[in-house]
């Protein structure tokens, strides 16, 4: 059974850190990219980064050198290290698997097959 469990998300000032996690499983690391997306009310779900099979890592324009994604393939695990928060950041965060999902441009593009987690509230205050 394919699952993604996110889990990590709190409320922290502006300038602060946060480290999020999902546990993937299900899913064939040589077939599958992993991401991480976010949704502020009111507005539509957009790309933040997105990490190969290889572990080639790709990125939002809005987050490049404050967001780092990575994994832990013994553990199952995708992280977001979010450094430098603004209020702007504040969202409900989403881990995500498709097998063409990733970042360019200021975009991260994927395919009709893209599977959700169920998300992680981060607030971000000012």
């Known amino acids: 059974q394919q699952q993604l469990m996110e889990s990590g998300g709190d409320s922290v000032q502006a300038g602060g850190s946060l480290r999020l996690s999902c546990l993937v499983s299900?899913?064939?690391?040589?077939?599958?990219?992993l991401g991480w997306f976010r949704q502020a009310p009111g507005k539509e779900r957009e790309g933040v980064a997105a990490?190969?099979?290889?572990?080639?890592?790709s990125y939002a324009d809005s987050v490049k050198g404050r967001f780092t994604i990575s994994k832990d393939n013994a553990k199952n695990t995708l992280y977001l290290q979010m450094n430098n928060l603004k209020p702007e950041d504040t969202a409900m965060y989403y881990c995500?698997?498709?097998?063409?999902?990733?970042?360019?441009?200021?975009?991260?593009?994927?395919?009709?097959?893209?599977?959700w987690g169920q998300g992680t509230q981060v607030t971000v205050s000012s």
């Open positions: 995500a698997a498709d097998p063409l999902l990733y970042c360019s441009g200021g975009y991260c593009y994927y395919s009709e097959t893209i599977n």
């Open positions: 990490i190969d099979n290889d572990g080639g890592a």
């Open positions: 299900g899913y064939t690391a040589s077939t599958y990219n």
